[in-house]
């Protein structure tokens, strides 16, 4: 029921607490009130293009004037700054970068905080410290509005198919209205908690890939070096307890899968500065909470070593290449 | 000529390529000739009984005088050495420790190889180097005989419903007589390669089982200090590509999931002296290939770490309680 | 203008360069204009009495009472707040366990910015993250104040007797002001560079030290299960390239040295928990910069394992206990 | 007093239990009878020279003829194989690269073993597995002649100097005997303890040395990222406690010493190949005696890693380069 008087922000969302027959009316027509979105990147791009799809009216803004452009000649009204979107918009979605562009867009000088109407939701899909999710929630909330985390997963073909996870965290009254606006975008809009936790099973989620993957790239090497066939080895993991996700569906090793990054000289994909990125998000979160993270450590400086010998925009499971290359001299 | 006098021996399987209705008679006799069974322990006891369930006359033998009583009151022909074995049977499965043991059950004083019959086969099921499995091979053909490895996995629950994997390595002429002989006790039989390849399928998978487990745990931990209820990291992960073995199913938090070792304060399972065992046999081999392994060999010192602080007997998954505890002060 | 109000702030030391007899006088005098002093804990407090010894005139303030009256019986001022420590003295000198306590000690509502005068020299003992010595920096500079970064290597001991080495990151005109200060407390005062180097040097050379610590905690362990004396093995790698401070000078196997933790049940010296919160605040710092370190990356988790287990009060040097416990059954 | 009677054998020594005035005038003589020698590659070479330059007559054999004829025309006395050698001089030094070479020379068909003389005093200063030197003891004592291990630190330019520094393992008594031939060739000559803990001293100290320059590389990575000028933060470290050989004798940053390798482009100097060897055989220590090395471990993959990317045969100081490009995109 929440969701319903999303349109009229949190204020008549309180009211409906003690019934209110009379806006029933107004719900439909709500949902389709103008949606914000700030961040019009590689993934925010087609986030935004599935919102028009859905016939919702997009208010977008980026720093990018040929990304802003794009999206008008589909429908959408570009304006100058969040502070604009905030002021058009009670609903925004934001995708950015990294935990910086997430302040400087709520927080900065033309920030959306800055003319943000009580009661308006505020989605931030970036992948961020789970830490500022929480500082944003706090100067969203001082503003009546409401912030939650929504960060994704299944990278830009899944944004283009409206195929996304979103794991979302925020108060969970508020989650059935955030649903409504990312079941446009994606396949799954999982509820983990209060602010910060969809950050955080994000984060977790990635460490366990990237110690699954570097893990299988490792096994594989080691099988081939001791006299296995690459399709074999693979078939008996997958039939014992070494599966994992990255040897049953990813698998790093050329000629072990089709339709994988590895088939294709580990072009497109996850790239492994983007995966060095969120491993330091989840270093920078076991420290910060005390968490002994050994092999989730290790994987982080592999991909950051990675980066720097020429693998920053390749697949992440090239670290199957990395450790390959056979001794010299 | 080496099979020549194995009733099920390679031989007459090559000859059952040609069609030979008058040879099927004696093979099935054939294939319940005695069978030479050492090395009874926790692993080997159970499949020597399975041996004898399926009408296999058991030749056996071993250090400990009461594993051998047991064995010879369900029916078992025990001898003093497995020389004696050697001189009863054609048909030999070894199931022993280490290394060292294989090597002295053999080639020892009073090894298979003194005795053993040309012909004969020699199935070791034991989890060691692959290079000693190599060294076996090439002693065992010096006499005639043919040495297969046929590690296995599954564990003692699995050796007692006949239900483990057993990996094959050994020349491919030689597989049906072994899958005859180990589908009594196991469920899957995999051929693998050349001799010490079953021993490297082991290998692998526990490395990267191991790299799993240690990679759950530790996101585990770190999901739930960053306020994720477990249940719902468990389902966030196995529905995303954090998923594996150790998150799916055999999970190490206690609370997560019913009927696994987490569940019973980490007792039975594949204890952590044991994995760790596995490890270093994974380490030497990526040593001895010049193979770098930067988690495999993490999840080494890890495992022995635990070994040093009291977790020798527990189940390898109790390392989610070896990271957890809080900081003291 | 700014270092006007301090008698051997920069102007008159950049006075001085053109001569100035005239002032000369003023400046021993000035010397001994009061010193304030923020954080009185093991550091702080033995910190400031030398402050004291040497002459100066101490405003303190701390939480907890004790502290402070412990300081006043010496004869120090003691007063409310740090604004209030900023409202009688334009030298001040902070010693705070974390970045967050720096944070609020100058910026929160009673903190030093809020009274601070222009030209006051603000010298920061703590050891915190180098990015929040850069935020103070410039929070500092608007209110016309000067801050620098300036932690310390020695421990307790060293406090003491004024044998603490000073790292101090700032502008390199007031390091003169600085030292004069710091000279009472430590016997070097080294000068590494803009604001906030100082603790970079430290976070450096901690993370070293605790790299070079277990190092050669497990390496004397190998040793010894080899079959080497631990003092004999201790002397090769002193007159050897495995040579380090740990090994010559620390050593942290009980029996090799003498007056040493390792000699006194690892009690005493530099704890496992600050050992801890050091590496850290260099795995903030290598995150942030994207550089990759493995093996400080490594020992940082290896120290929040032994926090995790009962190692959080001892000696950072019980690293060699923790690895070096038998393996049990 | 031992070491007097070498040159005529054990049984002689023996003797002197009983009291041998007469032999005395034999000594100084015997100390110049022929030294076997069996491997002259670019250790082996300088270091018979050495013995010539010192007056012994040496007996030495190689694979390679162009180090044999090298060596003959310097006066040396070229021989087919290492049983000639043996047949011809009962003090025999070895030099090789590795295990299996070692277990070759000394037990092969052509091998010391073959035609050793009793007493003959075999010193092997290869770097090798601690448990093969253990192995050639013992069948070297079944022959009555006396193994010890005594591999060396310093490198072809200490094996030029004759300032070698030998690590000796193997019975106590024969140490004097060992030391008068080896202080031909070095300039410490260490007597460790029984057989194999030469090995174990020059294991531990490579490995300590690993972690030590890896750490030091990224610990100088880490400061100049943050600003620090490396010669200054060099200074800072060596006299702190973040001091190791790396940082004050042999520092990897190009700029901050001269004459060492990171001078020179990481040309000359000891191989990353070379230390990768090394700490594969602590890893193979540590494994067999159960050992948590987790530092020496990761030293390890990383040197393994820099063998499969191009570093096989720079300098080890060379990590600082391996972990310092630049991201790229």
């Given at each position: 029921?929440?969701?319903?008087?999303?349109?009229?922000?949190?204020?008549?969302?309180?009211?409906?607490?003690?019934?209110?027959?009379?806006?029933?009316?107004?719900?439909?027509?709500?949902?389709?009130?103008?949606?914000?979105?700030?961040?019009?990147?590689?993934?925010?791009?087609?986030?935004?293009?599935?919102?028009?799809k859905h016939g919702y009216p997009v208010i977008?803004?980026?720093?990018?004037?040929?990304?802003?452009?794009?999206?008008?000649?589909?429908?959408?009204?570009?304006?100058?700054?969040?502070?604009?979107?905030?002021?058009?918009?009670?609903?925004?979605?934001?995708?950015?970068?990294?935990?910086?562009?997430?302040?400087?867009?709520?927080?900065?000088?033309?920030?959306?905080?800055?003319?943000?109407?009580?009661?308006?939701?505020?989605?931030?899909?970036?992948?961020?410290?789970?830490?500022?999710?929480?500082?944003m929630a706090i100067a969203a909330e001082k503003?009546?509005?409401?912030?939650?985390?929504?960060?994704?997963?299944?990278?830009?073909?899944?944004?283009?198919?409206?195929?996304?996870?979103?794991?979302?965290?925020?108060?969970?009254?508020?989650?059935?209205?955030?649903?409504?606006?990312?079941?446009?975008?994606?396949?799954?809009?999982?509820?983990?908690?209060?602010?910060?936790?969809?950050?955080?099973?994000?984060?977790?989620?990635?460490?366990?890939?990237?110690?699954?993957?570097?893990?299988?790239?490792?096994?594989?090497?080691?099988?081939?070096?001791?006299?296995?066939?690459?399709?074999?080895?693979t078939k008996i993991l997958n039939m014992s307890?070494?599966?994992?996700?990255?040897?049953?569906?990813?698998?790093?090793?050329?000629?072990?899968?089709?339709?994988?990054?590895?088939?294709?000289?580990?072009?497109?994909?996850?790239?492994?500065?983007?995966?060095?990125?969120?491993?330091?998000?989840?270093?920078?979160?076991?420290?910060?909470?005390?968490?002994?993270?050994?092999?989730?450590?290790?994987?982080?400086?592999?991909?950051?070593?990675?980066?720097?010998?020429?693998?920053?925009?390749?697949?992440?499971?090239?670290?199957?290449?990395?450790?390959?290359?056979?001794?010299?001299?």
């Open positions: 029921m929440a969701a319903l008087f999303r349109a009229t922000g949190s204020v008549l969302h309180r009211c409906s607490k003690h019934g209110n027959v009379a806006l029933a009316s107004s719900r439909s027509m709500a949902s389709k009130t103008p949606v914000g979105f700030v961040g019009l990147g590689n993934m925010g791009s087609p986030m935004a293009k599935n919102l028009l977008a803004t980026d720093v990018f004037p040929v990304s802003c452009k794009e999206l008008q000649d589909l429908g959408a009204q570009v304006v100058e700054s969040p502070a604009e979107v905030a002021d058009k918009a009670d609903r925004i979605i934001t995708m950015l970068p990294s935990s910086p562009n997430v302040i400087e867009v709520y927080t900065g000088p033309s920030g959306i905080l800055k003319k943000v109407k009580k009661g308006t939701l505020l989605i931030d899909s970036s992948t961020i410290d789970p830490t500022v999710s929480k500082e503003m009546g509005a409401v912030f939650m985390d929504a960060p994704v997963s299944g990278g830009v073909g899944a944004a283009n198919l409206a195929k996304l996870t979103f794991m979302v965290g925020g108060v969970e009254e508020e989650f059935t209205a955030a649903k409504e606006l990312l079941s446009s975008m994606g396949a799954n809009v999982v509820y983990c908690g209060p602010v910060g936790t969809g950050q955080a099973a994000k984060i977790c989620n990635n460490m366990l890939l990237a110690i699954g993957m570097i893990g299988t790239a490792e096994t594989m090497n080691l099988g081939i070096r001791l006299g296995l066939d690459p399709k074999l080895l307890s070494g599966r994992c996700w990255s040897s049953d569906t990813y698998n790093p090793v050329p000629g072990v899968m089709e339709g994988v990054p590895s088939a294709n000289n580990y072009q497109g994909g996850f790239g492994t500065t983007l995966m060095a990125k969120d491993l330091g998000l989840a270093q920078d979160s076991a420290t910060s909470t005390k968490t002994s993270v050994p092999l989730g450590s290790l994987a982080h400086q592999i991909y950051r070593m990675m980066c720097a010998r020429g693998y920053a925009s390749k697949d992440f499971s090239s670290v199957f290449q990395f450790l390959r290359e056979e001794e010299g001299q």
